[in-house]
């Protein structure tokens, strides 16, 4: 019988564990996603310049031009995206292994771990990228063959089904650190096992999740413009700044989150939460 999700619990205990181990997440977290992030919008190019330009195509824009748009863009700063990518998914990797593994490991041990992790993670990433984007358009393109009608409501169903594959592997990353599955198909097979009988509770906690972030973002993009009125370099910077804790701080509790809702569901919710180093 699949162990049913007390929401409640996790949170109290990816709390407990965030509070124990406070300075070494505050580190490894500051110099994988805080940092990353402010370093790339910094360097990434404006994105009032790519508003500007779709603007430019007027109201009904030629889809051929706006995907020109779109892709000289992204070609300018690519590579950017790749590199604070593999990092931040190293972070991803080695913050988890240093918060649940039981040998106690240290930072360097665990962000050592986290890159020999990091093809496996990726892809697993990629796997389940391609699934849950593969079965919308194969919906899609099967009701495209009857009727336009069919077609809109198979995108709809499409679209249920990838958040429904969103949420059955949303643990591949706890389950490749914590458990050390290195098969990527191993490793999405156990998360698919492991939120078995209840998807629909992980999917109201992510939302519930996601929405409070958006509003605190919300709230924190409103101060972050008043910066503006001192010139546009320092509101690019303060934009950087609040944007980089921002993402190291919905990233961190969704790691954490998604380590107690896998210690849960994993049936090792038996053992105390303690600090990583003691």
């Known amino acids: 019988m699949a162990t049913k999700l007390d929401l409640g619990r996790a949170w109290n205990e990816a709390m407990a564990l965030l509070s124990a181990n406070r300075d070494v997440i505050l580190i490894v977290a500051a110099v994988f ?26 109201d009904q824009p030629d889809p051929e031009e706006m995907m020109g748009v779109f892709a000289d863009f992204f070609g300018q700063s690519w590579w ?17 292994a240093l918060l649940t593994d039981s040998s106690r490991p240290t930072v360097g041990e665990a962000l050592g771990f986290g890159l020999k992790a990091l093809i496996p993670y990726l892809v697993a990433q990629i796997l389940f990228g391609i699934l849950m984007v593969a079965v919308p358009i194969l919906l899609t393109g099967i009701g495209a063959l009857i009727s ?7 995108a709809f169903v499409g679209l249920i089904v990838a958040v429904y594959i969103w949420v ?28 078995k009988g209840n998807s629909l509770r992980l999917f109201a906690f992510f939302v519930l999740l996601v929405i409070c972030a958006a509003v605190l973002w919300l709230v924190v993009s409103l101060v972050l413009t008043l910066f503006g009125v001192f010139g546009e370099e320092i509101g690019l910077f303060a934009m950087a700044i609040g944007s980089g804790l921002m ?7 969704m790691l954490v989150v998604l380590a107690a809702v896998h ?10 939460v303690g600090k990583t180093f003691e």
């Open 33 to 58: 996603f805080f940092l990353p992030n402010v370093i790339a919008t910094l360097l990434l190019p404006a994105q009032d310049v790519l508003t500007a330009q779709l603007e430019a195509l007027g």
């Open 80 to 96: 950017i995206y790749l590199v604070f990518g593999l990092v931040q998914a190293a972070g991803v990797m080695g913050l988890l």
């Open 148 to 154: 336009i009608a069919l077609a809109s409501l198979m």
């Open 168 to 195: 059955k592997f949303s643990l591949i990353s706890p389950v490749i650190a914590i458990e050390k599955v290195m098969n990527p198909v191993t490793a999405l097979a156990r998360s698919w096992k492991l939120t």
């Open 247 to 253: 993402s190291m701080a919905f990233t961190t509790v």
């Open 263 to 272: 210690r849960q569901l994993s049936g090792a919710g038996g053992e105390p």
